[in-house]
């Protein structure tokens, strides 16, 4: 079992940036595939972004392709989520998600098929 703690969010301009961090409390992240969603107040939680446990595949939903990237460091301790050109509609709660994989170049972009979630963080961009 693994515990995720995210952290990086806030407030924010339109236009402006932000970076999530997803790490595992007390463990690696190497042996899981992990995703990013996100709930805004009243909406379901969606895919936002994924990426496999090698790195070396990646996903992301229609909406933030191009502003955002997703990424793990080398030691796979973290996976980050860089947020560019955010927009109001960029505001919700952002959790990531983690799911073991054999495969290293899977992507899970099904919310349904993550078995570990952290808390979320708040992410609130004004115009």
């Known amino acids: 079992q693994v515990q995720l703690v995210e952290s990086g969010g806030g407030l924010v301009q339109a236009g402006g940036s932000l970076r999530l961090s997803c790490a595992a409390s007390g463990r690696s992240l190497s042996p899981y595939v992990v995703g990013w969603f996100r709930q805004a107040p009243g909406k379901e939680r969606e895919f936002v972004a994924a990426i496999s446990r090698s790195g070396g595949n990646t996903a992301y939903a229609d909406s933030v392709k191009g502003r955002f990237t997703i990424s793990r460091e080398n030691a796979k301790t973290t996976v980050y989520l860089i947020m560019n050109t955010l927009k109001p509609e960029d505001t919700a709660v952002y959790y990531c998600?983690?799911?073991?994989?054999?495969?290293?170049?899977?992507?899970?972009?099904?919310?349904?098929?993550?078995?570990?979630w952290g808390q979320g963080t708040q992410v609130t961009v004004s115009s």
């Open positions: 998600a983690a799911d073991v994989r054999t495969s290293p170049l899977a992507v899970v972009t099904i919310r349904s098929e993550y078995d570990y």
